[in-house]
């Protein structure tokens, strides 16, 4: 069921991918790191046909540490 929110979030954010490389790009990140949704896809295929499950699993893991990181911690103001 894991497998099932990365892949249906990760191709919904393809399909909206200018808006989601403007959202990044608003939080500081280049357009190209938007790019990295398809590797949420991609793990999440891998992951629900228990094909290369710890690769797919770390493209997971990679992008959930780096979304909470960027997307759902406050601004460090000095």
Avoid: N, W
């Amino acid at each position: 069921m894991l497998a099932y929110i990365f892949i249906l979030e990760g191709a919904g954010k393809i399909a909206k991918l200018r808006c989601v490389a403007g959202y990044m790009q608003a939080h500081g990140l280049t357009a190209a790191a938007a790019a990295g949704h398809s590797d949420r896809t991609g793990g999440g295929l891998l992951v629900l046909f228990g094909l290369k499950t710890r690769l797919g699993g770390g493209c997971a893991l990679r992008l959930l540490l780096a979304d909470a990181l960027f997307f759902h911690t406050p601004p460090i103001r000095s």
